[in-house]
């Protein structure tokens, strides 16, 4: 049995969509749609590891403590370029970015740090097309979730070298991670 395709779906809008676009989709769209490159990408339904994980590094006791200017947010985008609106996992972003509570996206200068949950089918994404178009866009941290062949997550850390818009290498976490992001992250279980 096939079922046809919303008409809003296929095949799409001549020349592309736009980041501005996606506030404007109908209602039976998908929960969760990126923009990579001018194209829609809808997001499967999570995994267990991926909602542990997330809901982990979000606890206030557990997670990420922020510094009263930044605030952490998830299921939310970040508009790079007319083109490009991905939705990462996590975000910390400065609080006076939320200047009303209808935002349904961030400027790439009010986000500090972007982390990204590794799945099977954002693998090639999470680890390559998005953290080019992150560190250009001048983000200065990114992180990277993915799980280990035990079950386990294991989180790689990185900071925008700004010189080349590029991200290099800070750390490579197992059990807990300790990081600096401009403030210290300690000691946050994984």
Known sequence: MTTALPEWFYPGPSGGWTADMLDHLPPDTPKHVELIDGSLIFRPPQT????????LL????????TPPDLMVARE??????????PEPDILLVKRSALTTLAVTSFSPEDVHLVIEVVSDES??????TKP???AAAGIRHFWRVE?????????????LEP?????????IHRG???ADIGFAVTSTSI
Not at 48 to 55: A, D, E, N, Q, T
Not at 147 to 159: L, R, S
Not at 163 to 171: D, E, F, K, L, Q
Request: charged share 25%.
């Open 163 to 171: 010189a080349v818009r590029t991200y290099v290498a800070t750390g």
């Open 123 to 128: 693998r090639e994404r999470d680890r390559t």
């Open 176 to 178: 807990h991670l300790k």
């Open 132 to 134: 080019l178009k992150y």
């Open 76 to 85: 939310m985008t970040v508009t790079l370029g007319m083109r490009q609106r």
């Open 48 to 55: 267990g590891f991926h909602m542990l994980v997330i809901s």
């Open 58 to 65: 979000t606890d206030r006791a557990l997670g990420i403590s």
């Open 147 to 159: 799980m280990e062949a035990d079950g386990k997550p294991i989180v790689y850390t990185f900071e």
